[in-house]
Nanobody, 122 residues
Framework: QVQLVESGGGSVQAGGSLRLSCAAS????????MGWFRQAPGKEREFVAT????????YYADAVKGRFTISRDNAKNTVYLQMNSLKPENTAVYYC???????????????WGQGTQVTVSS
């Protein structure tokens, strides 16, 4: 399995930006697809974005398309989530996860980080 540690969360006003990072160790990171998920209070964990092991393929939830960008640096064993034009409804704990394939559901993601809190105020 891959060990994952997220960072970069915080508090920001609506319209602001944050960049989340997820540092990986363990199983070969460069051969793992990576995903970002989020969970707001009282809600189920939901898919945000995913990227293939090569970085060539990315997929996003409709709610974040055009505002969030997922990327990775395999030399640094790190995946990023750039979040722009943040909205209060983006407030959640954000998790990164590893998978064999870049899928848009939780199925197949077998390693998860501890999460990082993102709070967007209006």
């Amino acid at each position: 399995q891959v060990q994952l540690v997220e960072s970069g969360g915080g508090s920001v006003q609506a319209g602001g930006s944050l960049r989340l990072s997820c540092a990986a160790s363990g199983r070969t990171f460069s051969r793992s697809a990576m995903g970002w998920f989020r969970q707001a209070p009282g809600k189920e964990r939901e898919f945000v974005a995913t990227i293939s092991w090569s970085g060539r393929n990315t997929y996003y939830a409709d709610a974040v398309k055009g505002r969030f960008t997922i990327s990775r640096d395999n030399a640094k064993n790190t995946v990023y989530l750039q979040m722009n034009s943040l909205k209060p409804e983006n407030t959640a704990v954000y998790y990164c996860a590893a998978n064999r394939f870049a899928t848009t559901t939780r199925v197949g993601y077998d390693s998860w980080g501890q999460g990082t809190q993102v709070t967007v105020s209006s």
